[in-house]
């Protein structure tokens, strides 16, 4: 037996129209793999006694955190953190994921350009996202080398 009071349904009938309504928008914003990256972020966390880290703060205030695990001079495992918005969350992601298995010379090579390549685009007011996350995983890598 339902419980719900009118109010209740009103309230949850409003949420998911106005999910829908939200989702829309990115969708007319952002490519597919921008959104796929960022709902779903598979890299987003920590890595307790990482062996490379890094922290910035970009130019619209979001931070970025890199963490690396490296084993034979490859990444073998590597997470980010943010409090950004969404072009953030999925430029981390896609960093990390792409940097898992290759060597760190390979991947201090990374432009800002190749991440933006692989999420299908940014937007203009986002390109600073890419820049953020490949500038956080280099800074990483040249902490290690410290």
């Not at 890595?47 to 130019?59: L, N, Q, V």
């Not at 430029?91 to 190749?114: A, F, Y």
């Not at 203009?124 to 890419?130: G, L, M, R, T």
Request: aromatic share 6%; with cysteine.
């Amino acid at each position: 037996m339902n419980y719900k009071n009118k109010k209740e349904e009103n309230l949850e009938d409003w949420v998911k129209d106005l999910q829908r309504k939200i989702e829309k928008e990115e969708e007319k914003i952002y490519s597919k793999k921008v959104i796929e990256e960022y709902r779903n972020p598979v890299n987003f966390g920590i890595i307790k006694k990482p062996d490379a880290y890094a922290e910035i703060k970009g130019p619209c205030n979001d931070t970025m955190r890199m963490y690396l695990k490296i084993h034979d001079n490859k990444i073998t495992s590597a997470c980010f953190w943010t409090d950004g918005c969404g072009a953030t969350i999925a430029s981390g992601n896609m960093l990390t994921r792409i940097s898992i298995g290759k060597n760190m010379g390979e991947v201090s090579r990374i432009s800002q350009k190749q991440l933006i390549n692989k999420l299908n685009g940014l937007p203009n007011e986002h390109i600073h996202c890419a820049k953020l996350a490949t500038d956080t995983l280099k800074k990483a890598i040249e902490n290690y080398h410290k």
